[in-house]
């Protein structure tokens, strides 16, 4: 008998973008297409399964061809052309010999055959400096899909993978897809694209799915199926794992498994410093789906209601009437704690509120925000309506994003007091006092806090932006991603300076970015005098720890010092000194 033959390990290294490990079988997505389902078929039924192939490609020509003629009697020009070109690609004998080899070499399924040899098509179309084919694989995807849509209902449903654990992979994930992933079924994910700064890390952090991201060029060499691991905690996607390699891994899994059972034991704990400084633990929230998950955590509140996440499921914000039960099923489910919604922070790298005409030349510096809101002022004042008819019905606070100045906050404050005139006079409750807050953000908004503290009953730093724009970082870009640095001097005094003019008029400021979450960055934070941290439901049991174990007064010294450093890794290395001098054991 033939000695059977074991795959060699292999390890592809990206970015870590969210701690845990992962041990299953891949999956893998092509982009711009949903991936089919796949099984193992036998060497006697790959002729019935070429058939199959040969069999959808005559039905998706008929179509292309329906469609064509359709498009000419309609329009009467060349602009059906392209569905020519779509059924020529169908005809293609590289093609379709391609899928027939598929289909008898991995013994798969014909449209799983199919699709991973256009799935290998268009990752090396993306590829191709020149734009005009780059941006053919649209018309490539297309036709991808309805030969797949064609496949549909024929023969017996076998399992699918993806309704099994398993590990997806892709060339990118968009934060949509990110918070839609069915966490059940899903032990991790990887792509080729993002960094440890993307809304799609942050939401993989959030949401606690082990993550690696920047796996260039590597997806195109990875069959589903494949055992693996991902380390999320070194940035590896491990292929074909040896006992060795699976040993050491369930071993540190189960002794990570020991930190968290042990920090969940101290949930309810209160988090002051060890010299009784209290400091408010919230939790960050994209969907109302994760209100169980926040209330297990241990977390006083929702420092971060991100209402953008409205939009997955449509093209538009949900009208005032949707809003308002949303709203108010989180202010009584979260009750007798606070609830900070935040109004609509579409663009840049978030969900658009609607499409543009014309895509803009630099998202971050664009249309986004605040300037959404003030610029389409019925839509806004639906959703301040809502949080307004919330308040009656539990403790909601909210807050503006992106402001860069005082106009847009008088702005804003300006609609939010025609909001409560109309309410008033249609008899409809609301809390008229309930607490208004703005987050520092933009650099602007930092400098001039004193003139915006006034305003409003606190501040929440969201020091994602506030990076990226003090630094000038594109925080998702690989290419500059270590120039993106969390203790860069201007941005520790901007911190300082923002809850200096909180301080000055009586009000309290909170971080709910990523540096929140971030326990080597704890006694920096404390130091400076934030009075909330507002993380992600996964982190707070760490964070709460990291807050208990700290001595405020210590805190506020090395502060003093960082703030007269003049390198990042110097402030780091200060707040760092002090995190594994009383929490070692929690830092990864």
């Not at 543009?356 to 925000?369: C, I």
Request: net charge negative; aromatic share 6%; glycine share 8%.
């Amino acid at each position: 008998m033939a000695e059977i033959e074991v795959p060699e390990e292999i390890t592809y290294q990206g970015i870590p973008a969210s701690p845990g490990i992962s041990i299953g079988p891949l999956h893998v997505m092509a982009r711009g297409f949903s991936a089919p389902e796949v099984y193992e078929i036998e060497d006697s039924e790959v002729a019935r399964e070429q058939e199959r192939f040969g069999a959808a490609l005559e039905v998706t020509k008929k179509q292309l061809i329906e469609l064509q003629q359709r498009l000419e009697d309609l329009a009467g020009g060349k602009e059906s052309d392209i569905f020519e070109a779509h059924r020529m690609l169908l005809e293609d004998r590289a093609v379709v010999d391609k899928v027939h080899d598929a289909i008898s070499e991995r013994g798969q399924n014909a449209e799983y055959a199919f699709y991973a040899v256009m799935q290998n098509f268009l990752e090396a179309m993306r590829r191709i400096p020149d734009p005009y084919f780059r941006e053919r694989t649209a018309d490539l995807e297309d036709v991808c899909q309805r030969v797949l849509r064609n496949f549909k209902g024929d023969g017996e449903v076998r399992h699918q993978v993806p309704e099994e654990q398993h590990i997806l992979v892709a060339y990118d994930f968009s934060p949509s897809d990110t918070a839609a992933m069915n966490r059940r079924h899903i032990l991790g994910f990887a792509a080729e694209l993002g960094s440890v700064n993307s809304h799609t890390a942050i939401l993989a952090r959030a949401l606690g799915i082990p993550a690696v991201l920047g796996l260039d060029g590597t997806v195109i060499d990875i069959q589903t199926l494949t055992p693996g691991i991902l380390d999320g905690y070194a940035g590896k996607l491990i292929l074909h794992p040896s006992e060795e390699t699976l040993t050491h891994y369930r071993t540190l899994s189960a002794e990570k498994a020991k930190v968290r059972t042990a920090l969940e034991a101290m949930r309810d704990a209160a988090t002051d410093t060890t010299d009784g400084r209290a400091i408010t633990l919230s939790a960050n929230v994209e969907l109302i789906e994760e209100l169980p998950l926040v209330k297990r955590s241990g977390a006083k509140g929702i420092g971060l209601y991100r209402t953008e996440f409205l939009l997955l499921n449509g093209e538009e914000m949900p009208d005032e009437a949707k809003q308002t039960a949303a709203y108010s099923r989180m202010a009584k489910e979260m009750a007798p704690h606070t609830v900070i919604i935040r109004t609509l922070d579409s663009g840049g790298d978030k969900l658009p509120v609607e499409p543009l005409t014309d895509p803009e030349p630099n998202p971050f510096l664009g249309w986004r925000g605040i300037r959404v809101s003030l610029s389409r002022p019925a839509m806004f004042k639906d959703q301040l309506r809502a949080v307004l008819r919330a308040s009656a019905h539990g403790k909601i606070a909210v807050m503006f994003p992106m402001v860069s100045g005082l106009s847009e906050l008088k702005r804003a404050r300006a609609a939010l007091r025609e909001c409560m005139d109309e309410l008033s006079k249609a008899d409809i409750p609301f809390n008229a006092d309930m607490p208004v807050g703005v987050m520092i953000e933009v650099p602007s908004a930092a400098v001039c806090a004193d003139l915006l503290a006034p305003e409003v009953d606190f501040f929440s730093i969201g020091t994602n932006d506030l990076i990226q724009y003090t630094v000038a970082v594109d925080r998702v870009n690989p290419h500059v991603a270590d120039l993106y640095r969390p203790t860069h001097p201007a941005v520790i005094r901007l911190i300082k300076r923002t809850i200096d003019a909180a301080n000055a008029n009586g009000i309290w400021t909170g971080v709910c970015g990523e540096m929140a979450g971030d326990i080597r960055l704890t006694p920096l934070l404390i130091g400076l005098g934030v009075e909330e941290l507002s993380v992600g439901p996964h982190q707070v049991p760490r964070v709460g720890q990291a807050v208990r174990s700290l001595s405020h007064a210590e805190c506020a010294a090395m502060s003093d010092e960082a703030l007269k450093k003049g390198h990042s890794y110097e402030i780091l290395g200060l707040s760092l000194a002090l995190a594994r001098k009383y929490y070692g054991n929690l830092l990864d």
